[in-house]
Nanobody, 124 residues
Framework: QVQLVESGGGMVQAGDSLRLSCAAS????????MAWFRQAPGKEREFVAA????????NYADSVKGRFTISRDNAKNTVYLQMNSLKPEDTAVYLC????WGAGTVVSAAYEYWGQGTQVTVSS
């Protein structure tokens, strides 16, 4: 049974940092591209960051480039999202996604497996 379990969300102030984690199980983690998406109330789900199987050539949304860093530890079956200089507009539910044999696309439909999400709230 495939599971993606996010953790690390919370309520912070603008300018603070958070580190999200996504623990994967039930599939071979090293063959999956991993990504983070987010969804704010009343808005569509949007791409945040992706990392391919190898860990190189990461991809970021323009809105988070330079502030967020995605990384993975294949030995721990975990993907991370380090979020620095958080802004109120970063407030959303952050979801982890897996694309088996994928390359780390920005297209949400490419990802077969999704976690339940973790809430990030940034106050001004």
């Amino acid at each position: 049974q495939v599971q993606l379990v996010e953790s690390g969300g919370g309520m912070v102030q603008a300018g603070d940092s958070l580190r999200l984690s996504c623990a994967a199980s039930g599939f071979t983690f090293s063959i999956a591209a991993m990504a983070w998406f987010r969804q704010a109330p009343g808005k569509e789900r949007e791409f945040v960051a992706a990392i391919p199987r190898s860990g190189g050539n990461t991809n970021y949304a323009d809105s988070v480039k330079g502030r967020f860093t995605i990384s993975r530890d294949n030995a721990k079956n975990t993907v991370y999202l380090q979020m620095n200089s958080l802004k109120p507009e970063d407030t959303a539910v952050y979801l982890c996604a897996a694309d088996i044999w994928g390359a780390g696309t920005v297209v949400s439909a490419a990802y077969e497996y999704w976690g339940q999400g973790t809430q990030v709230t940034v106050s001004s």
